[in-house]
């Protein structure tokens, strides 16, 4: 039997199906997804994860209790699970990424949404379902007194539900996203904030990516639902229970990063990449195409610094990868024409014949950010807002040499940011500015600089990160 569980929205693996009617597996995408597989693989944690798509509902149902790895699947122990995808939908697509996802990285146009009427109350219903449907599955599956390590806004009601079932069970929430403060937070109706919180405040130890969004779930504990909240000793105390908030702070596992991107299929990406931009320099980003990583601005930042700066027309050129994401939602395929729009008059503007300013790409191709990566002079990271951003961690340990700029918003920067040059998102041509200061600051000041973002950005890794949390449980 396994003592510890892990649930998440997005398993480590998603099927296709072919029109021949096969089936074929892959590993998934996504920050959670890529932190936690090993972690999970090496613990011998059983994952219990829901089924995304036509493929891998064509799996589960093939498979004896939803167990991938039962039907043969070299996956680690997983449970699929199979909601009905009306519910599914609703659930993921309507509560989790357009209301959640919203509100904790601010992205409501507020004269026109959120709007909560009837429809959403249906929406919510289909998320209290959902949520449900994984507490019972952890419930059924977990042995006595194990430890479940429950992910992300997905499953913000899991562990009250959880506990309802199981008592005995030892449960921990993490956040991989920021967290809103109160006043944007009391946004949602007043009986599904306190749910929310009232969900999480289900498990023993609530876990934050830092120390501020931490800090702002403990706020709307105290202001939505009149917990007591001790922030130095950083505990929520509510209904007579008393919850600990952590912070872990997830970084990267350099060793394993290097030995990816030292591989044949990343070496040619990088030999193509050289080829096609010559020796000029490179600003480059990497990112889902999705509001919060705010692309448009970023690429608005580099055509005011072209404008400002005609003596590097010629010498640079901005590699933008914005691969796509959350695309059934209409918002995001707004927003990757946008992205496509301004890149295009980036083109019309300064392009020449020898010279190409911007090269946006939009599939994913994973080995061939691994080579953007290891070319980047500058390396563009300029969310609203983000609970950690994996890539600002990611760049600077596969190219010690490049310059940071860096949003004060993510994540990241309470533990990069004195090494970053760190932007506010919203400022255009403070953003363009620091471009240019990455792109000129000296190369001893950069390696000196990079070799402190690396040393940052590896501090806590996917293995140590998990450990932390599962001592958190005792
Ligand atoms: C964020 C969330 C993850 C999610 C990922 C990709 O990083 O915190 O939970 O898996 O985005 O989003 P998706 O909707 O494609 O799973």
């Known amino acids: 039997m396994n003592a510890i569980l892990v649930a998440s929205n997005r398993g480590p693996v998603s099927f296709t199906l072919s029109e021949g009617g096969s089936l074929s597996m892959r590993r998934g995408g996504g920050g959670l997804v890529s932190g936690l597989s090993e972690v999970a693989k090496d613990l011998g944690a059983l994952w219990v994860c829901a ?26 122990a997983l449970r699929m699970l199979d909601i009905p995808p009306a ?47 994984f507490a019972m ?37 993490f956040s991989h996203t920021p967290w809103a403060p109160p006043e944007y937070f009391s946004l949602l109706p007043d009986d599904v904030a306190a749910e929310v919180l009232e969900g999480i405040l289900g498990a023993d130890h609530a876990g934050f990516l830092t120390a501020r969004w931490g800090g702002a779930f403990m706020d709307c504990c105290e202001t939505v639902l009149g917990a007591r909240v ?60 999705e509001l919060s990583k705010n692309i448009v601005r970023g690429l608005a930042a580099y055509r005011e610094f072209l404008s ?53 790409n939009v599939d994913d191709d994973y080995p061939r950010s691994l080579a953007a990566y290891r070319l980047a002079d500058v ?3 300029n969310p609203i807002r983000d609970g950690m951003n994996l890539v600002a961690k990611e760049g600077p340990i596969l190219s010690p040499g490049s310059a940071l700029v860096l949003s004060r918003e993510a994540g990241a920067a309470a533990e990069l940011g004195e090494h970053a040059v760190t932007v506010n998102p919203y400022d255009v041509s403070a953003t363009a500015a620091a471009l240019h200061e990455g792109l000129t600051m000296p190369e001893a000041e950069r390696a000196r600089r990079g070799a402190l973002l690396a040393g940052a950005a590896t501090a806590l890794p996917p293995h140590r990160w998990f450990a932390e949390q599962l001592d958190a449980l005792g």
């Open 51 to 76: 089924a995304l798509s036509d493929g891998d509902r064509g799996a589960v149902r093939l498979a004896p209790g939803g167990r991938l790895d039962q039907a043969g699947y070299d996956t680690g």
């Open 87 to 133: 519910t599914f939908h609703r659930a993921y697509n309507a509560v989790a990424n357009s209301t959640l996802w919203f509100v904790h990285h601010l992205l409501y146009d507020t004269p026109n949404r959120p709007h909560f009427d009837a429809r959403f109350r249906r929406e919510w219903e289909s998320y209290q379902a959902y949520n449900e449907a």
């Open 137 to 173: 599955a952890l419930a059924e599956e977990a042995p006595h007194g194990a430890r479940v390590m429950v992910q992300d806004y997905h499953l913000s009601l899991v562990p009250a539900m959880l506990r309802g079932e199981r008592p005995d069970l030892r449960v921990a929430h």
């Open 230 to 289: 001790e922030r130095a000793s950083r505990t929520v105390t509510h209904e007579g229970r008393t919850i600990r908030i952590g912070t872990h702070s997830l970084g990267v596992d350099g060793k394993a990063l290097w030995a990816r991107a030292s591989e044949p299929d990343v070496e040619s990406h990088m030999a193509a990449l050289r080829a096609q931009v010559g020796d000029r320099r490179l600003i480059v980003r990497i990112d889902r195409t």
């Open 308 to 360: 400002a700066h005609p003596e590097w027309h010629g010498r640079v050129t901005h590699l933008a990868f914005a691969y796509p994401s959350r695309h059934d939602l209409p918002e995001y395929r707004e927003y990757t024409a946008a992205v496509q729009r301004c890149a295009k008059e980036i083109e019309d503007e300064y392009a020449t014949e020898d010279w190409d300013p911007l090269i946006l």
């Open 379 to 381: 390396l563009l990271v």
